[in-house]
C-alpha cells in the first residue's frame, strides 16, 4: 500500500532541527521525498507500523505535526502529478 506521510516540525531549537532530520530520514528508509516534507512511502503493513511508531517517537505532539494519507494498493488511480520532479513508479527497481 502507499501511504503519504507529510509533516511539519518546529525548527526554533536544534532539538526541532534534529527531530526534522531524524523524521526525513525514516521517511527515506521507507520511500521517496515528493516534496521537502512530503514522502510517498510504498509499505506492506508491518512496515506501516514500524514507521508509523518510529515517526511517533522522533516527533514532539507539543511543537510538531504529522499527517498520513492511505492511497492503498490503487494509488495510480489517485494521484496526479504536474510539474518538476519525476513521479515516482512503483512498479519500477526502486534504487536508492
Known amino acids: 500500500m502507499v501511504v503519504v506521510v507529510s509533516y511539519d516540525v518546529s525548527t ?3 532539538a526541532g532541527t534534529t527531530r526534522l532530520r531524524k523524521i526525513a530520514e525514516a521517511c527515506l528508509n521507507y520511500g521517496m521525498r515528493v516534496q521537502n516534507s ?6 506492506d503493513p508491518a512496515q506501516w507500523e514500524v514507521l508509523k511508531n518510529t515517526l511517533l517517537k522522533i516527533y514532539n505532539a507539543e511543537e510538531d505535526s504529522l499527517r498520513f494519507y492511505f492511497l492503498g494498493s490503487n494509488w495510480q488511480r489517485r494521484v496526479e502529478h504536474y510539474g518538476a520532479k519525476k513521479s515516482v513508479s512503483w512498479d519500477e527497481p526502486f534504487i536508492v
Open 12 to 14: 526554533k531549537s536544534e
Open 38 to 43: 512530503v514522502f510517498e512511502c510504498n509499505v
